[in-house]
């Protein structure tokens, strides 16, 4: 059986000094103590690392770029054979949007000039002008657009190329003339704003810090050692990316995860160290003893992390695969500063802060304070009601879970941009002008000859849902007709969904056998839709394996099945609950957002890092309750203990995730709003409702039975211990 020293979570002081011998030094303890006596080597050893890797990644730049390839879907096939037969659609296009109230037609003699210009840039392949093309006019004469087809997809075409484009189209625009350049490019090219979120997060972490210890050099040591692995890991990304695919959305996620993950490990091993030093040890001795304990569940949590991060590899999309590679190094690296580089700033330091704590120690017992008292109280009222507390808990969690039933994934495009983009005035003025459908056209491409491609255009013309269908479009070869289709309703609406099935599943399959020909439908807005469909549909698998390998890691643990099975369903509700907030709030436009769909991306990426950073906290509590529970035998004095001395250093730690998290909502961009909303919100619920509340009424109610393991699996399963084997 474990002692009560040796827990990962164990806050519980140690019988006085002299009294028993001292503890054995694990694994984490001798690391601990190398990088204490080599503190100075290690702190330079840290310093030149990242600035090396700093170095190298500013001279070899970086090479990010989006891979949304999905392999065996019809829109994916039909990019394929845009390439291979030479056709124009190979290249994605942006467009030149005018617009003069008293009819483009005045404008005439200043637009033409410019478009020689355009065409002339590196980037493009062609300009179409609206003024040789009657269906690039609106009705009504005061809208038009220019078709700049792009030599290749919008991620191979290098940002500042597209720039290029957006600055010469925009020079000759006046009073009377608006002029605006909508698409994908455009977007990515348009400058974003500066590190609000970031430096919001870490100012609002730094004053949580300051509170808990109320020290400024205490404070600081948790967020030094995230920073410098946060920034270890954004230069190593950047020269993995020359090698993997790694979308250029990547490094603001690093930084949410870095600084969130980063601040929250080294917190609960200077806690823990704290705690040390407070039960009379040497700062040597607390550093060595809270790597022995909390090192371990920071190594714990951190490869859980990993795992699930790793695990969405298997749903086969090529940038979420270079997103789960790049967090996943981040995690790892901000582990490996926990573990070594903190422990050599706190051996630098270490008497400075042992003076402080004994100092704050002192103050607080002479106002009589006992450090878990307002927790203990909160445990015994959850106790007296715990099936009240369990169903008010679980039916909130529920409650918020609900509206993502219906939640919709997709991609934002030009029309959740911020309203002061050119890109978003592009998109707005083409809807004016055009109709809504006109900004996520569907590409059907007709593999046969011309005729063929004319009776495909005729048929798809006169479908429910179609707007206009353009005349085919020939490849160089002639083996390919491209037809334009133009739903009735936006790219992101749900009719276009609908649209999108019509097409594959009721009119192409008789258009096929009556012209011989083979249709495919493809363009932006059907491979989006294809993707967040395939994810969707693989999802379910990777959360079940994902649960699955970090329950039998519990099951192995703590030697019991409830605790397993109460930790993989409540983790699932606090993640269910997040992802129902993300769908009201962006889905259904509440608190002013832009309604639409969630990013494909967001349900798979938030369920990997809550899921594992969920189970740092079920380690830190649950091992100090089941060690509490090895000492007396009383489950319910066992609830209480583990909550008196784990609630405070999981609700600061959970408290700076939050803050950390939730300033990405400030960010320009949907999908980092997204993440950092659903992020904070999960860590919220899992750190108040589900440790605070759910947990401690749950372990009331199981009684002695949470600790119930049948023998025969306690006979063939080996004994695996998040303590050092030799304190048990």
Known sequence: MSSPRGSAASLVPPAPQGTEPPAPVGRFGALAGWAQRHRCAALLLWVALVAAITVGSTAAGSAYRNDFSLPGTDSQAATDLFRKHGSDQAGDSVEIVFKDTAGVKRAQGTVEPMLPKVKHLAGVADVRSPFSDTSAVSENGTIAYASVTLDGKTEDVPKEDVAEIIATARSIADGHLQI??????????????????????????????????????????????????????????????????????????????????????????????????????????????????????????????????????????????????????????????????????????????????????????????????????????????????????????????APALGMRLGFADSGNDPEETTSRHAYDL??????????????????????????????????????????????EDGALSTVFVYPTTSPQAEGTVDLVHRLRDDIAPPLEQATGADVLVGGATAASQDVSETLAARLPLFVAVVVGVSSLLL????????????AAVLNLLSISAALGVITLVFQHGWFGAQPGPVEAFIPALIFAIVFGLSMDYEVFLVSRIHEEWTRTKDPARAVREGLASTGKVITAAAAIMMFVFGAFVLSDDRMLQQFGLGLAVAILLDAVVIRCLIVPAVMQMLGTWAWWFPAPLARKLPKVSIEHPEHG
């Open 430 to 475: 083409l809807a004016e002008g055009f109709g809504p459908g006109f900004n996520g056209p569907l590409i059907v491409l007709v593999k046969g000859d011309q005729e063929a491609g004319e009776a495909v255009r005729t048929e798809l013309a006169t479908t429910d849902g179609v707007a206009a269908a353009s005349p085919p479009l020939p490849s």
């Open 555 to 566: 099951l192995l643990l703590f030697r019991s099945v409830w605790i397993p099975v109460k």
């Open 180 to 401: 605006e350049v909508g698409g994908e490019a455009a977007r990515n090219a348009e400058d974003k704003a500066g590190p609000t979120a970031e430096l919001t997060g870490i100012v609002a972490a730094l004053v949580v810090l300051v509170l808990l210890f109320g020290s400024l050099l205490a404070a600081s040591l948790p967020l030094i050692t995230a920073l410098f692995a946060v920034g270890g890991a954004i230069g190593l990304i950047a020269l993995a990316s020359h090698v993997f695919t790694v979308a250029d959305f990547t490094p603001p996620i690093l930084m949410l995860v870095g600084l969130g993950v980063g601040v929250d490990y080294a917190l609960l091993i200077f806690y823990r160290y704290r705690h040390e030093l407070l039960t009379g040890s040497e700062p040597a001795e607390a550093g060595r003893k809270a790597l022995d304990s909390a090192g371990r569940t920071v190594f714990f949590a951190g490869c859980t992390v990993i795992v699930a991060l790793l695990g969405l590899a298997a749903l086969g999309l090529g940038s979420l695969q270079g997103i789960a590679l790049a967090v996943a190094i981040t995690v790892l690296i901000t582990m490996a500063a926990s573990l070594i580089l903190l422990p050599a700033l706190l051996a630098l330091f270490g008497r400075r802060i042992r003076r402080h704590v004994l100092k704050q120690q002192a103050k607080n017992t002479r106002r009589g304070r006992t450090e878990g008292n307002g927790w203990r109280a909160m445990a015994r009222t959850v106790q007296r009601r715990p099936i009240p507390t369990l169903l008010a808990g679980v039916i909130t969690l529920l409650a918020l879970s």
